[in-house]
Structure formats: structure tokens, C-alpha cells
């Protein structure tokens, strides 16, 4: 059912072209952030590296951000947030909750091909954002739930469920950024494979669950709703 074009007493405000710049000054921080962040994991530089990698004036940083304690967060959010929909789009086209966590471990495992980017900054950083509300962790942890109430794995602790695929999946995504050589190219579904078993699913059932057919994807397959 379609929503009605205007409900009184609301408006809605186009951007100027004020906000609209603000708003790209405000991002190019961020992804320069984001890049040293992949880099070195943190942001142990000055703030005029900062701007001059993002190519804006050093009087712009206080303008967006009181720290680099703030733009650091936002840079780990923003990540968090291009990876959850990227898992998205992974997984839009499947009803079953292994599947669908499964499916999610696979797109991560293999985010050191696909956008290495994301998967520097998920390894350097990871471990503190297992109970982000953004990323990989709120759907990880729906759908360890969904999965239990459905019969299909057999656990008491989702919360421990959730920082055991954590560990272990940060695990594999730095082995195949750092040691690629050591995993062939079906690491990724059998690692899920492996976790659905240990989450208490039959062999054959765990196998099928971990190889459902997934949508390619690249870093500009994101949906225009997505892109932002």
C-alpha cells in the first residue's frame, strides 16, 4: 500500500547546497580515516595528515568531529555499516536461518578478495565491535536465533554462539589476507560448514545449508537505496 504524498503538519526539507557540501567534506574525512584505519588500525597520526589525505582544510576536521576519537568511531560505524548491507544483499534472496548465517559467514570470509578495505579494518578492530547494533554481529546473532528456535542448531547461549563465530571468522578473514596461499578457494563454505556442525547440525544438512547458491558481487553491486 502506497503512502500518501504529505501528512499534515510534517515537511520535508530538501538539502541546500550548504548541507550537501558539508555532508562530502564530512565523508571524505571519514574515508580517509577509514583508510588508515586498514592500514594500521588506528588513527596515531596528526589531524593535518588527516585533512590532507582527505584533501580538505585542516579549520574543516572541528567543524565534523570534537576528536580523532570521534572520527575514528564513525569511521569503524561507517565500515560496519557498508558491510551489514552488503550482507544484505548476500542474503535477500534466502527464507532458511542457517542458510542466511552461513551465507553471511561466506560473503566475510571472502571480503579480503572482494573489498580488502573492509576486511583490514574488520581484523583490526573486530573483536571490540561484537555487540555493535551495526555489521555483521545484530545479524549474526538474529539469525543464531532464528536457527535455534527453528530446530536447527542446538544451543543454549546465543550471546557465546555469537563471540565463538566472531572469533573464528576474524580468525579466517586474516588468513586470507595475510597467508592467502594456505586457503583454497572453498575455505569459506567449509568454515561455515564446520560451524554449522558444531552449532549442532547433521552433516548433510550443514553441507547444503553452507553451499546455496549467492549473487556475485563487487564493491559497486550495492543497491542505490544502499549507496547512500
Known amino acids: 500500500m502506497s503512502q500518501p504524498e504529505s501528512v499534515a503538519g510534517e515537511t520535508s526539507v ?3 547546497r550548504r ?3 558539508k555532508a562530502r567534506t564530512r565523508q571524505a574525512l571519514i574515508d580517509a580515516a577509514r583508510e588508515f584505519v586498514a592500514r594500521q ?3 596515531d597520526m596528526s589531524i593535518q595528515d588527516i585533512t590532507e589525505a582527505a584533501e580538505v582544510g585542516f579549520g574543516s576536521f572541528y567543524n565534523h568531529f ?7 568511531r564513525a569511521a569503524i560505524e561507517d565500515t560496519l555499516e557498508e558491510h551489514g548491507q552488503l550482507l544484505d544483499v548476500q542474503t535477500a534472496h534466502l527464507d532458511d536461518p542457517a542458510a542466511v548465517f552461513a551465507a553471511s559467514l ?3 570470509a571472502r571480503l579480503a578478495d572482494s573489498h580488502p578495505q573492509i576486511a583490514r579494518i574488520l581484523v583490526r578492530t573486530g573483536l571490540r565491535y561484537l555487540d555493535s547494533d551495526r555489521g555483521l554481529a545484530p545479524r549474526a546473532l538474529r539469525d543464531i536465533r532464528r536457527a535455534i528456535d527453528s530446530g536447527q542448531f542446538q544451543l543454549t547461549n546465543p550471546h557465546l554462539a555469537l563471540a565463538t563465530t566472531g ?4 580468525g579466517i578473514v586474516h588468513m586470507r589476507l595475510e597467508r592467502p596461499g594456505l586457503l583454497d578457494d572453498d575455505a569459506p563454505e567449509e568454515f561455515a560448514e564446520q560451524l554449522l556442525r ?3 547440525m547433521p552433516r548433510r544438512s550443514a553441507r547444503a545449508s553452507a553451499r546455496k547458491a549467492l549473487p556475485d558481487w563487487s564493491p559497486t553491486e550495492l543497491p542505490p537505496e544502499a549507496q547512500g
Open 198 to 200: 558444531a552449532f549442532g
Open 14 to 16: 530538501a538539502p541546500t
Open 167 to 170: 572469533g573464528s571468522l576474524l
Open 106 to 108: 561466506r560473503a566475510t
Open 41 to 43: 588500525g588506528n588513527l
Open 66 to 72: 570534537p576528536s580523532k576519537d570521534e572520527l575514528l
Open 19 to 21: 548541507d550537501r557540501r
